[in-house]
């Protein structure tokens, strides 16, 4: 990730997130993020057009119904359906997508996406997106987030 394309993801996925979800986030060191035994999951979706790649947000599973409830103004407790908690991250992707590619390609750009992909990660698989240099770390109300940018040159 170039040295213009790290802060334009974190100040839009951010500033949409926060207006999406009502959930407050700050960017941190993957190193601060304390992943645990916990199972995590993967939305991911590919782009193309003026700006051609992959991004995947990854949570904790027990974050989803949080994210599902804010964005459906519901009480989270009724929401434990695989299909509402995929649905709700998919529809997190799908917005923090399109802004994060208007951010970096410009307000006019022409681009595809794919329909969103999730996914439960083996801990390995969580581990090694940690550690992956295209990863940016957030706490999202203190719990982890990760998102993964991979931008082809094309």
Known sequence: MNDQTQPT??????????????????QV?????????????????????????SLAVIVPESL??????????LDADGLDTREVLDDALGEVLNVVSGH???????????FQLSPPVNSIL?????????????STAFLL?????LLNLKLSQE
């Open 122 to 134: 083996s801990l390995d698989a969580r581990d090694a997106l940690l550690v992956d240099e295209n």
């Open 64 to 73: 989803q119904p949080e994210i599902a409830a804010n964005i459906l103004g």
């Open 141 to 145: 109300d203190e719990e982890p987030v």
């Open 29 to 53: 060191e993957p190193a601060e993020i304390d992943a645990g035994p916990e199972t995590w999951v993967q939305s991911i979706l590919e782009f193309t057009g003026d700006v051609t790649g």
């Open 9 to 26: 993801l974190e100040q839009t996925f951010i500033s949409v997130v926060e207006k999406l979800t009502f959930m407050f986030g700050e």
């Open 100 to 110: 994060v590619i208007m951010a970096l390609a410009g307000p006019g750009a022409n």
